[in-house]
């Protein structure tokens, strides 16, 4: 059963540097084709996908946001990590992360539950 | 980016009665490996986005078969055939053909 969990901070301040970790398990960040990927909505508005980052250590990010984002990952720990930077109040949104299976054996993407993160100061 | 466009917006229905959301994509999602990567996904009020039904029409494990998906190309629709009350919240269709993945605005299924 594959099963994922976000963590971080719920209030950060603007122009600071937000820190979220994906902890997952059920499946291995290692093989060909497999992905994980972080999504955000803000309150009451629609989804907006922002990076994605697959088994191989390629990593692709949303053109509009690619300069404030960075998304790694730990295999060993099963986690993924992601980093935006200069945070601002239109930043707040509920974050989640989401498991890609390989296109080969596609079958639909999983979610975490979210973390909601504020911006205020 | 690929653009998703649903409607309606907002669809007041009565139980028992079926419901049909429309989704159009600014291109074609028909990815070169052949498939056509749009999902549907249903996220009640608190709750995460749920994953109803992948590559247009395959229903994931445990959804009820009341909901059902069809279309290919650039449109695509959901169906629900019999309203039930669990069934109210907000429904996206999403893409994953083209990066980045995008959403529809969302359809909000009510109860009248």
């Known amino acids: 059963q594959i099963t994922l969990k976000e963590s971080g901070p719920t209030l950060v301040k603007p122009r600071q540097t937000l820190t979220l970790t994906c902890t997952f398990s059920g499946f291995s960040l290692s093989g060909s084709g497999v992905a994980v990927g972080w999504i955000r909505q803000p309150p009451g508005q629609a989804l907006e996908w922002l990076a994605l980052?697959?088994?191989?250590?390629?990593?692709r990010y949303s053109p509009s946001l690619k300069s404030r984002l960075t998304i790694t990952k730990d295999t060993s720990r099963n986690q993924v990590v992601l980093t935006m930077t200069d945070m601002d109040p239109v930043d707040t949104a509920t974050y989640f992360c989401?498991?890609?299976?390989?296109?080969?054996?596609?079958?639909?993407?999983?979610w975490g539950q979210g973390t909601r993160v504020t911006v205020s100061s | 980016d690929i653009v998703m466009t649903q409607t309606p917006l907002s669809s007041p229905v009565t139980l028992g009665q079926p419901a049909s959301i429309s989704c159009r994509s600014s291109q074609s999602l028909v990815h070169s490996d052949g498939n056509t990567y749009l999902s549907w996904l249903q996220q009640r009020p608190g709750q995460p986005p749920r994953l109803l039904i992948y590559k247009i029409s395959n229903r994931f494990s445990g959804v009820p078969d009341r909901f059902s998906g069809s279309g290919a190309g650039t449109d695509f629709t959901l169906k629900i055939s019999r309203v039930e009350a669990e069934d109210v919240g907000v429904y996206y269709c999403m893409q994953i053909t083209h990066f980045p993945y995008t959403f529809g605005q969302g359809t909000k299924l009510e109860i009248k």
């Open positions: 980052i697959y088994g191989d250590d390629y990593k």
């Open positions: 989401a498991h890609r299976p390989p296109r080969l054996a596609y079958t639909g993407i999983l």
